[in-house]
């Protein structure tokens, strides 16, 4: 990616043996344009506090820097000193306003951050970034997580009838493996690009491209302490700079960033803890998105729903029943669900054909399926991406702080 | 139970050699006082919607009917007919209104009622009903429940200065082991009284009573499309009608109606499904009760909470976090959290000390337990019930339509 160098380290502040700090670094004197989108956790983290701080005061990001092991969460004003710290400490050694170093963590919560270790590994960690290590950042970072997860696009921008276009790369890394495990997961997002972007282009469309993307997706209905999403621009791409939400090549470069956000967002639900099956909840019909997406959501989170899945039980009962406690006006009559391509209910009843269960039967043994859910009421839609529930999940998550 | 007779037999309708059809049958020539409360799922089942009916109409009850393998909901016209002709049959065999009956199912939903079972049943079940059998009705209406739940309480009513107090009864059954499980689980719950009351008060009394009870818990956080609440009074005990919310002897009614659902609501969680443990959630400092419930079914309702329980692990973290993202005003400096008598967190901070992990750990190995959560914002408070989440529930909801 031009314009950034990155890299990771084992610092042993809470792992043996594995990198666990990972820094993203701009080469541009004056940093990159950055955009975060955070926690809506009223529990929200030290870092998550620091990166508003410094945004708040400074578009410009010179450096993410990442720890996986400790959270920084619950910790009170030492976890605020500790954050400060970490940003400081880089800062000085690559010599740019501590301001412009963003900073993240994720693992468990309410413990502190070793700062002995982390004041040992940043120095040579800063000195040797490379612009082709992104898989040991991916790497560095996960948690529970069972595989690295990495997207890239690209796309030319700029009017090939008066000047040249310009191909403009967006591509990053995320972790997460449960919406939230406080103790060991966290959903951590950050894209670069080369792109030139005001921060009010830059914001517009990674809010929404968190939207379409992240605030799609559940493993287990929970939020995060720590949710970060962090877009950098550097401008190395060299193109006109995009300071218009309206313009086609800002539409381009918002639908560019969004699919990579959307396959980041697959990959960690793909990678939800103790996982099988990658479900994808698309809800049509509704009277207004909001509808949409509330029913979509219920449906998606519904413990009984996401236990058919594992056991490939074709059960649409659960997934109807789910619909009608969303809080949202439904008329049976008027809802048709199908599985893939396989109407199972409509009218108010399941459509009781043999040949229709055993379809609907093979459709829940695939390692991805479809589920649509028609309201009949209006045109709204959205869709949500989850996984299924478990054995795994249980025993991830009942034993995790031992 | 004074002023009522009931019973249960086997129809073989989806179960082999069990009995799956229960009647509750009012003795007196007009009934008892009925008030219900149902599921608010926007697909509510065939016996729900006439059970509305007929109570809009009649609220007096000669009997309820109830059965077991089959929830009659999602099948449409042919649904409401088969709950209208199992009203029917039974009324005919009394000689009663059919709209003093009221129906209620619970089992795999969308299939249809067996009605030639249904009609070679009820003859003999109504003609060899009996004050006695409580316990067959608790058992006949069963479906992935583990044990029958029942409980009673007795009461004096009446002012023993001028009068003779009367001693009134209130006894009832329940079943129910998800909110739901939409193929083989639902709350249902039948509750009789000897007492005279009238409608309004009945009504009064067994809607703040659901409210306290059955309202306050959650296995999964599911609403089946077939919950029913019934509370019959038949008037026997010859007490001076109750017919005042505010009167001491109304009150007296009220708590011991609330008392006995609120122990049914306790034995459906400690019968939930995979259960090995009963949690009391209990909020309070909130600045209004709903926000204390948003909290307190938020945290009751987190698959990582629940599973922290199930894993013994004391883990503090996880409660915080699903208390943060429960849509409600927080302030992590006021909050403290303690589990029974052990303070665990305070200012936003855990209470780091070595005892206090031990003290949380042997908590967490008891088989019921209290997390206190204050908020620190007011004076609201609300409890919750919840369960924690086994491997045995996904067994039993991976697998359960086959």
């Given at each position: 990616?031009?314009?950034?160098?990155?890299?990771?380290?084992?610092?042993?502040?809470?792992?043996?043996?594995?990198?666990?700090?990972?820094?993203?670094?701009?080469?541009?004197?004056?940093?990159?344009?950055?955009?975060?989108?955070?926690?809506?956790?009223?529990?929200?983290?030290?870092?998550?506090?620091?990166?508003?701080?410094?945004?708040?005061?400074?578009?410009?990001?010179?450096?993410?820097?990442?720890?996986?092991?400790?959270?920084?969460?619950?910790?009170?004003?030492?976890?605020?000193?500790?954050?400060?710290?970490?940003?400081?400490?880089?800062?000085?050694?690559?010599?740019?306003?501590?301001?412009?170093?963003?900073?993240?963590?994720?693992?468990?919560?309410?413990?502190?951050?070793?700062?002995?270790?982390?004041?040992?590994?940043?120095?040579?960690?800063?000195?040797?970034?490379?612009?082709?290590?992104?898989?040991?950042?991916?790497?560095?970072?996960?948690?529970?997580d069972?595989?690295?997860k990495?997207?890239?696009?690209?796309?030319?921008?700029?009017?090939?009838?008066?000047?040249?276009?310009?191909?403009?790369?967006?591509?990053?890394?995320a972790k997460g493996s449960?919406m939230?495990?406080?103790?060991?997961?966290?959903l951590?997002a950050?894209?670069?690009?080369?792109?030139?972007?005001?921060?009010?282009?830059?914001?517009?469309?990674?809010?929404?491209?968190?939207?379409?993307?992240f605030?799609?997706i559940?493993v287990?209905?929970?939020?995060?302490?720590?949710?970060?999403?962090?877009?950098?621009?550097?401008?190395?791409?060299?193109?006109?700079?995009?300071?218009?939400?309206?313009?086609?090549?800002?539409?381009?470069?918002?639908?560019?960033?969004?699919?990579?956000?959307?396959?980041l967002a697959r990959r960690i639900v793909m990678d939800g803890?103790?996982?099988?099956?990658?479900?994808?909840?698309?809800?049509?019909?509704?009277?207004?998105?909001?509808?949409?997406?509330?029913?979509?959501?219920?449906?998606?989170?519904?413990?009984?729903?996401?236990?058919?899945?594992?056991?490939?039980?074709?059960?649409?009962?659960?997934?109807?029943?789910?619909?009608?406690?969303?809080?949202?006006?439904?008329?049976?009559?008027?809802?048709?669900?199908?599985?893939?391509?396989?109407?199972?209910?409509?009218?108010?009843?399941?459509?009781?054909?043999?040949?229709?269960?055993?379809?609907?039967?093979?459709?829940?043994?695939?390692?991805?399926?479809?589920?649509?859910?028609?309201?009949?009421?209006?045109?709204?839609?959205?869709?949500?991406y989850?996984?299924?529930?478990?054995?795994?999940?249980?025993?991830?998550?009942?034993?995790?702080?031992?």
């Amino acid at each position: 990616m031009p314009g950034f160098r990155v890299g990771a380290a084992a610092s042993g502040m809470r792992y043996k043996d594995r990198p666990d700090v990972a820094v993203i670094a701009s080469e541009a004197n004056d940093g990159a344009m950055a955009s975060g989108v955070f926690t809506t956790n009223r529990f929200c983290a030290a870092p998550v506090e620091l990166c508003k701080e410094h945004l708040e005061v400074n578009r410009r990001c010179r450096a993410v820097v990442v720890n996986a092991g400790i959270a920084n969460a619950c910790t009170g004003a030492e976890g605020i000193k500790n954050a400060r710290e970490t940003a400081r400490l880089t800062a000085e050694a690559l010599g740019v306003p501590t301001s412009s170093v963003l900073v993240a963590s994720t693992g468990v919560i309410g413990q502190q951050l070793r700062m002995e270790p982390m004041a040992q590994t940043l120095p040579d960690l800063l000195a040797n970034l490379r612009s082709d290590r992104w898989e040991d950042v991916a790497r560095a970072i996960m948690t529970t997580d069972l595989v690295p997860k990495m997207a890239s696009t690209t796309v030319e921008i700029g009017d090939r009838l008066v000047t040249s276009g310009k191909l403009v790369t967006i591509g990053g890394v995320a972790k997460g493996s449960g919406m939230i495990a406080p103790n060991m997961a966290t959903l951590l997002a950050f894209v670069c690009t080369d792109a030139a972007v005001t921060p009010q282009v830059l914001d517009h469309w990674t809010r929404r491209g968190a939207d379409r993307s992240f605030n799609c997706i559940t493993v287990d209905g929970d939020t995060s302490t720590n949710d970060t999403l962090l877009v950098l621009a550097s401008g190395a791409a060299g193109n006109a700079i995009l300071a218009d939400t309206e313009s086609n090549d800002s539409r381009l470069f918002g639908q560019a960033l969004e699919a990579v956000l959307v396959e980041l967002a697959r990959r960690i639900v793909m990678d939800g803890e103790g996982a099988t099956k990658l479900i994808e909840i698309h809800v049509t019909g509704a009277s207004d998105e909001a509808s949409a997406r509330a029913v979509a959501l219920t449906v998606a989170n519904s413990p009984l729903v996401k236990t058919a899945f594992f056991g490939e039980d074709a059960n649409w009962g659960r997934i109807v029943a789910a619909a009608g406690r969303a809080g949202v006006p439904l008329d049976p009559e008027r809802v048709t669900l199908s599985f893939d391509d396989v109407g199972v209910f409509r009218k108010g009843m399941p459509v009781s054909e043999p040949a229709v269960e055993e379809a609907a039967s093979r459709v829940f043994k695939q390692k991805e399926l479809r589920v649509h859910l028609d309201l009949g009421m209006g045109s709204a839609a959205f869709t949500a991406y989850t996984c299924d529930f478990s054995f795994d999940y249980v025993k991830i998550n009942a034993s995790y702080r031992s």
